[in-house]
DNA sequence: TACACATTGTTAATAAATTCTCAAATATAA
DNA sequence: TTATATTTGAGAATTTATTAACAATGTGTA
């Protein structure tokens, strides 16, 4: 946990890498330089290369990086080449996009349960899986040994159910609830803040219409 | 535009003091130093001042910070004092989830329209919202002069809907298409990347698992 | 096989972000 | 009213992140 730290902003580069990989892998490219990635990206060619040495470095002179391989390795530091099972704790509109998203299972994201407090959704399913009350929420993951809850509550239900899955045994919360969860720092938290996104994108948009509303300094 | 820029990193905290600030200001909290945020947020108070300064510094020496000032004042820089106008394309859960999201029409993003491709869903309504032909949205963006599009749509759509997009003069595209989108530089784009979010989770919990699979350095 | 070329990995330089420090300003209590 | 305690805003110091530079090493070709 303590060795060689790499900072999360190389973490936040590598998928983005990995998608990019991906497509080239798709289109049939077998070799790349770090300076024709850098064109397709646009991030500099020097960044790439830092990037990848943190784990190593999986180029070679003269010749650049074997797509293939690379696409591998980033895979298995993101952890990707594993499986990970995963609950939904929130059947809404959200959960159910979650849930339903494919391209997750193919990333070895499998979708193992979904549980909800409305009473109507109980015993409806999402893609075979069926909603289960809440309450039952923690002996299925105790039981099933679940790793990930995807959390698609109200933030007001958020940092109790947080709690619960703790004790659950759960390893990481991916967290849509617009509240910042207070867990043990064994648990991995990864939070999606939607709201944050949209103010960012509001602030951006009026930036650009009024430049000069800034501060006299 | 080009005048005091400031840095990205400090408009992405902007949401989050935000979101304390108004957790605090129900709570009835009139004043705050930023010693007490900087213990609620578990961020240094240095660098809430000189965040707070970049817009010119909001508090008073020997006094702190006035809650519902500074409240107002970081709803004024985020551009949520005013109304923004949007429309939603793709019609799934995703689409759905975020229009149905009350919070942000709290916020003043108010949520004019609705487009699918999906013939079925022509008609359904989503708060008062008729879902409609895709092909009506460019006459519908034009007409009532739209400022934000939501993409919830496969990546291999995103693309060009981003182009139509533009040219039918939109301002912003909050972008949830796992796909990069290439716009002219005066169209604001926000990006959220859930996959990228999923497997940055599953680096960290692989990382903590095994801490020791660093490269040999 | 030998040589020119390409391209990495690595170190150094630069830029950006964060934290520290403290004088100046204000609030509050005596 | 005055003295003491608070707390900001601003500049300096430090740390972190990014970019540049280039020697080392391999590729590909003649």
Redesign the interface.
């Known amino acids: 946990?303590?060795?060689?730290d790499?900072s999360?902003a190389v973490?936040?580069r590598?998928?983005?890498y990995?998608?990019y990989l991906g497509d080239l892998k798709e289109k049939g490219v077998e070799r790349i330089s770090s300076q024709e990635l850098s064109d397709i990206m646009k991030v500099t060619a020097s960044q790439i290369r830092q990037d990848f040495n943190?784990?190593?470095?999986f180029g070679q002179q003269g010749y650049g990086y074997n797509v293939n391989y690379l696409y591998d390795e980033i895979s298995k530091?993101?952890?990707?080449d594993?499986q990970?099972s995963l609950v939904i704790i929130g059947a809404?509109?959200?959960g159910?996009?979650?849930a339903?998203?494919t391209?997750?299972t193919r990333?070895g994201?499998v979708f193992k349960g979904a549980f909800d407090c409305n009473p109507d959704l109980y015993g409806t399913k999402i893609r075979d899986v069926e909603v289960r009350p809440v309450d039952e929420m923690e002996d299925f993951v105790r039981k099933y040994n679940i790793?990930?809850a995807v959390l698609t509550i109200p933030k007001e239900q958020a940092v109790p159910m947080a709690h619960k899955l703790v004790e659950c045994g759960i390893?990481?919360i991916?967290n849509f609830a617009?509240v910042?969860l207070d867990v043990p720092n064994?648990i991995?938290v990864?939070n999606?803040?939607?709201?944050?996104?949209?103010?960012?994108?509001?602030?951006?948009?009026?930036?650009?219409e009024n430049?000069?509303n800034?501060?006299?300094?």
Chains 1, 2 share one sequence.
């Not at 946990?1 to 060689?4: F, G, I, P, Q």
């Not at 530091?77 to 990707?80: D, M, R, V």
């Open positions: 946990m303590a060795d060689k790499i999360q973490i936040s590598l998928p983005r990995f998608r943190n784990f190593g470095g530091i993101l952890g990707i594993k990970h809404g509109h959200l159910q996009a979650i339903g998203y391209n997750f990333r994201f790793e990930i390893k990481a991916w617009h910042d064994n991995q990864e999606v803040h939607l709201s944050d996104s949209l103010m960012k994108l509001s602030y951006n948009i009026n930036r650009y430049p000069n800034s501060p006299s300094k």
